[in-house]
């Protein structure tokens, strides 16, 4: 996005909903940035300076507003990063905010060198690595004081700090206060004990949609849908729990409950709830640009996935099967492959298979479940792929090299690796174009057609795809199976 300041200016003396975490304004008289709608005195536009990211408007030594609360503001639209790499390393910082890996390890990971890494990301959002890694743990801290009563140094570490030493004193350099004083003028109810984070979102937000969506496609044991909410055993790293998601429309934000054992991967654990959700979409950005086939649902989302391999290996399942039978089949797999763990939660009895166990399998372990042998042979070989790291299902800088290397493995053909773009990589344009759902919506015969009825909707053709699916389960009144080609993936 190129920030042009008369509109920018515009969007902020209208406090307009739509720009709310596509760009920040910053006051250099008080030297605080807010959110355009903030609901503060209105600066005059020779006064303002304008960022993508807050991480940028705090590298150049402005500090966050107490009242709009910039760490609130919806994502980082990923249509938004002008280079594919830009996007990459962002989720990977706030996958791990460069808690476990240092700036080189990082660049090697995405295939470039740290000075080129730093070169690309400064050009970008003005920022180094270490800045943006640094802005992103603050505002959470920033967040969980004001919101929870957890003690600091649970704050602390919940956000990425090493120590305390080290949290205080960066919080005092960036924000000019101390935490505790930060907390103590917050006046938070006595029961907030619990670690609850919202996340925003812009509207529309079609909530029930993706509750549609999920429900039939869980992975019974360690995901569950009750009363419009949604539940999930997790496993990061060393770290295991639950958390429990629901939706708070008045507020334009998803709430999340993270469970105590979790608090020391919560940055990875909100930032896949907001890909999980698809929170860093631009609804209105998006529907203005299908036209016409958005109107009739506004709000829908990409439905995400909370780990790229969990789900890839549930859309392996739901292969030329009814969804019923792939979550049957799921449920088979969890429970002789899953770990099991105890929660307060009722259903939730499971961890998900991960690639490790996985690749160790036999397929004869797998037909015994009752998956069909070419599907247990394409399961275990993803499997193995991701142990070794030969593919990975949440980040690709090049989506034509992902889509390449997962069409390689058996049994995952051009439909398998779209589905696995639009989900995993949470990539915009991908497009399933030879889904039968989608062929019956544009009333064709090839995906050839598909492809070219499509060709007006990029970069949006996803979006295009969950409207296209959509539209033929409201006219069919039923939910479509998971695959629906008639012959399968070689």
Partial sequence: ?????????????????????????????????????????????????????????????FRPCLRCRPELAPGFAPVDANHRLVLAALRKLEEDSLGETGVKELAGSLGVTDRHLRRVLRNALGVTPIQFAQ??????????????????????????????????????????????????????????????????????????????FFAPRIFDG???????????????????????????????????????????????????????????????????????????????????????????VRAILGQQVSVRAATTLALRLTRRFGKELITSITGLTHLSPTPGALAKAEISELTSLGITKSRAASVIALARAVARQEIVLNVAVSIEDAIQKLTQLPGVGDWTAQYFAMRAYG????????????????????????????????????YAAIHLWKSLENRRGEVRDERALAQSEP
């Fill in 135 to 212: 802005t992103q743990r603050l505002l959470l801290a920033k967040r969980l004081l004001t919101d929870t009563r957890l003690p600091v140094i649970d704050v602390a570490y919940a956000s990425g700090f090493s120590s305390l030493r080290g949290f205080n004193a960066l919080f005092r350099e960036r924000y000019k206060l101390a935490p505790t004083k930060l907390r103590r003028a917050n006046h938070v109810p006595a029961d907030q004990s619990r670690c609850l984070c919202t996340i925003s979102y812009r509207m529309p937000f079609d909530w029930m949609s993706l509750m549609e």
């Fill in 222 to 312: 360690v995901e569950r849908i009750v009363d419009g909410r949604y539940y999930r055993t997790v496993e990061i790293g060393q770290r295991s729990g639950w958390i429990m998601v629901e939706n708070k429309p008045s507020q334009s934000a998803l709430q999340v409950e993270v469970s105590p054992d979790l608090l020391p991967v919560l940055v990875q654990v909100l930032n896949r709830v907001r890909r999980l959700f698809d929170l860093e979409a631009v609804p209105e950005r998006i529907a203005d640009h299908l036209g016409p086939m958005a109107s009739a649902n506004p709000g829908l989302r990409v439905p995400g996935a909370f780990d790229g391999f969990e789900m890839a």
């Fill in 1 to 61: 996005m190129i920030l042009n300041r008369e509109q920018c200016y515009q969007a902020v003396v209208t406090r307009d909903k739509r720009f709310d975490g596509v760009f920040f304004v910053a006051v250099k008289t008080t030297r605080i940035y807010c959110r355009p709608i903030c609901p503060s005195k209105r600066p005059q536009l020779g006064h303002c300076e304008f960022y993508i990211h807050p991480a940028g408007a705090e590298a150049a030594g």
């Fill in 427 to 462: 990539w915009p344009d991908a497009f399933p174009a030879s889904d039968l759902g989608i062929l019956k919506a544009l009333k064709v015969k090839k995906s050839k057609e598909a492809l070219e009825a499509a060709e007006k909707w990029r970069p949006w053709r996803a």
